[in-house]
């Protein structure tokens, strides 16, 4: 059974700081999502990352995979009030396409 | 362009009393189907998920049931509702080259 732990699970920071969220998995997969979740609202797609050594950016987060760990991280560079949110991977399964969540992380970034 | 269809945004419903949330996809065929609950403050749990007409498969044992009536639209339902069931709802497709996308969810209060 497919098991996903992000950590940490709660990041208070001050803002210009940078920051990581860890996603590790229990068994292969060959693909994983990051999103985001404002409160009271629905999810929301930063990235999809499909291989080995994956790594994709958009403005101040970056989110890399590493399969043979079977880790991806989520990197915040100079964080800004705007990204507090709370931030989940998910991690599909290979033999039946099951998507399965991490707890989340919910980062609050303090101005 | 692809979009998902979820509905109520919001619902209250007495203890006992039967549920029924639709989700539909427009602008893709034959994408995988997913329903998750997430509790307050917590992360979502897959309850059913769907790669086909009429196959459903379930996720974690409870009082709900969920049906694939037409290729693009999933239905959770329950015959009677208990206080656990109380959560956010989210209705989710995907393609096996595509990350998941979701409907804006359904906020169930059970009284």
């Known amino acids: 059974e497919l098991k996903v732990e992000q950590n940490p699970l709660f990041l208070s920071m001050q803002e210009g700081k940078n920051y990581t969220i860890y996603c590790n998995y229990s068994t292969t997969s060959d693909r994983l999502y990051w999103y985001r979740q404002d409160p009271g609202k629905s999810l929301e797609s930063l990235f999809v990352?499909?291989?080995?050594?994956a790594v994709k950016q958009e403005g101040r987060l970056m989110a890399s995979l590493d399969t043979k760990a079977r880790l991806s991280t989520l990197h915040i560079t100079a964080a800004v009030h705007d990204l507090s949110a709370t931030y989940f991977c998910a991690v599909v399964t290979l033999r039946d396409d099951k998507i399965i969540f991490g707890k989340g992380t919910r980062l609050h970034i303090l101005p | 362009s692809q979009t998902i269809h979820q509905w109520p945004a919001t619902l209250v419903q007495p203890v006992g009393s039967p549920l029924s949330l639709e989700c539909t996809v427009e602008g893709t065929s034959n994408p995988n189907l997913y329903w998750y609950r997430q509790a307050a403050g917590r992360g979502l749990q897959l309850l059913f998920y769907s790669v086909g007409i009429g196959q459903i498969s379930s996720e974690v044992p409870q009082n709900l049931s969920a049906s694939r009536p037409q290729d693009r639209q999933f239905i959770l339902s329950s015959k009677k509702l208990l206080l656990s069931d109380s959560g956010f709802y989210l209705c989710?497709?995907?393609?096996?080259?595509?990350?998941?996308?979701f409907g804006q969810g359904t906020r169930l209060t059970v009284v």
């Open positions: 989710a497709w995907s393609r096996r080259i595509t990350e998941a996308f």
């Open positions: 990352l499909l291989s080995n050594g």
